[in-house]
């Protein structure tokens, strides 16, 4: 059974920072791609960030340059570090995963998630 376990979130003010932990159990972690996405009240869920197996990494236009993702293999265990964060950031963040080694860009491609981590931002 694929478990997905997020850590991390938290309120925090314009300007600071969280990193975002996701323990992957009962999967072939490094093998298929992987992700974190977020959703706001009233908005979409939407891709923040993807590695494929390879280690690319793939950001949303709003995040780049200041979101990072990472993943530790032997940890079986995925990152997001954020910086500079915006009150526009604030959602509730999953850790996601696909069955590829490729990144599909749609948040229908990700077939395992996490139960969510809230993140606020305040100004």
């Known amino acids: 059974q694929v478990q997905l376990v997020e850590s991390g979130g938290g309120s925090v003010q314009t300007g600071g920072s969280l990193r975002l932990s996701c323990l992957v159990s009962g999967y072939r972690f490094g093998r298929y791609c992987m992700g974190w996405l977020r959703q706001s009240p009233g908005k979409e869920r939407e891709v923040v960030a993807a590695?494929?197996?390879?280690?690319?990494?793939r950001y949303g236009d709003s995040v780049k340059g200041r979101f990072t993702i990472s993943q530790d293999n032997a940890k079986n265990t995925l990152y997001l570090q954020m910086n500079s964060l915006k009150p526009e950031d604030t959602a509730m963040y999953y850790c996601?995963?696909?069955?590829?080694?490729?990144?599909?860009?749609?948040?229908?491609?990700?077939?395992?998630w996490g139960q969510g981590t809230q993140v606020t931002v305040s100004s």
């Open positions: 996601a995963a696909q069955e590829t080694w490729y990144c599909g860009g749609l948040v229908d491609d990700y077939k395992y």
């Open positions: 590695v494929f197996s390879n280690g690319v990494t």
